[in-house]
């Protein structure tokens, strides 16, 4: 049954799915002393791997941490050294060589261990696992009933859709379905790296690599304990992505590799050497500056609310949104609509111009003048081809 929530509000908070803005979400409200549960479709904590490092950025991550009471914890699961970053062309040039400068303006931390240290600060009971929901009913006056797979059924005062790019609670307040964006990246990973793949090892570095060209790039990142989570990036129509998805691992490698003929084997290796099955992650996205009209009892917070290309803001946004929530709910006791009215209009207009930078980035990697574009973009001195 979804937890009793406490004085301050009165309607009970169900917050779907638990990834970093949900978790964040239930975190600050938790704080304010409000309670909420959690559902997740996932059996448990540990049934997927939960991707791979993030940089948390000052102005919105490291702010939303700051209000779940979490920065020390935060501070204790950083990756050293994981700021630095190379670029380098199809041939193993390197072009640009920035050094972790041990500022910590960008610090690097492993999105699994992000999310242990926040289920960590929950109390027991507040996620319940195993619960993917099926359908929603609006039954009049913000209230919904949640129906789930397993056939259990709650009812919801105020619901939050965090559930990721394919939410089943968007509909509720908007018409708008994510649409692929032509780019897809394909997910492996090289363990034990400095023993077994010295070469490949060398050409990341010690943080993060990209090596780009025109509709193609292999971009790569060091985590720790000798780890490289690598993604090979291609501008392909969907009817690729899908085929590649269908077939075994070992010819989708293969496939993907033919697609990086003629480039430095270093680079390559990434690929050809991947010690997990390739994963392909069509990369999608909502409508420029997505926003819907006020709907009684429910909102959206992170993908749910404003999907876009990866650019490093993604999950920073997310917790962010969980964080501003909450906030919201606590400074308007009583009164959900309020809370929402206020964080919707917020939310709305400070993720609108991010949409923008989402596709610059993805032109600067992807685009006519890669890699040359993304070097100027951090030096701002201009590349010749």
Request: hydrophobic letters at 40%; one cysteine or more.
């Amino acid at each position: 049954m979804t937890t009793s929530a406490s004085t301050t509000a009165p309607a009970p908070v169900s917050i779907i799915g638990a990834g970093l803005g949900g978790l964040t979400l239930a975190r600050v409200l938790h704080v304010h002393g409000i309670a909420s549960t959690v559902y997740e479709a996932d059996p448990s904590p540990e049934a997927r791997r939960q991707g791979g490092q993030l940089d948390i950025h000052e102005n919105d991550g490291r702010r939303a941490l700051a209000a779940a009471g979490l920065t020390e914890e935060f501070r204790a699961i950083i990756h050293e050294g994981a700021e630095a970053m190379r670029v380098l062309d199809q041939d193993g040039a390197l072009l640009l060589d920035l050094p972790d400068d041990g500022t910590a303006k960008r610090p690097e931390v492993l999105r699994g261990d992000l999310r242990r240290i926040l289920l960590d600060s929950l109390p027991e009971g507040t996620v319940q696992w195993g619960r993917k929901l099926t359908t929603v009913r609006p039954l009049g006056g913000g209230r919904h009933e949640l129906t789930f797979a397993d056939g259990a059924t709650v009812t919801s005062g105020l619901l939050v859709g965090a559930d990721g790019a394919w939410s089943r609670v968007r509909p509720l307040v908007s018409p708008a379905t994510p649409t692929y964006t032509g780019i897809t990246f394909v997910e492996t990973y090289l363990y034990d790296v400095d023993r077994r793949h010295p070469a490949a090892a060398e050409a990341v570095g010690r943080g993060a690599m990209c090596a780009l060209s025109p509709g193609k790039a292999i971009a790569a990142h060091r985590e720790a304990g000798g780890v490289i989570h690598t993604y090979a990036q291609l501008n392909r129509p969907a009817e690729w992505a899908d085929a590649l998805r269908r077939t075994d691992p070992a010819t989708a490698r293969a496939r993907v590799a033919a697609e990086f003929e003629g480039w430095a084997p270093q680079l390559t290796a990434l690929i050809t050497d991947g010690e997990t099955d390739p994963v392909a992650r069509m990369i999608h996205t909502l409508p420029d500056g997505h926003r819907w009209d006020r709907v009684p009892g429910v909102t959206l917070l992170g993908d749910a609310a404003h999907l876009m290309p990866p650019s490093g803001d993604g999950a920073n946004l997310a917790m962010f949104d969980g964080a501003e929530l909450g906030r919201a709910v606590a400074e308007h006791p009583g009164d959900v609509e309020a809370a929402l009215t206020t964080y919707e209009k917020a939310l709305f207009d400070r993720t609108e111009p991010f949409y923008a930078d989402a596709r610059e980035i993805l032109d600067l990697c992807l685009g006519d003048r890669a890699p040359h574009g993304f070097v100027e973009f951090f030096t701002g001195v201009r590349q010749e081809r």
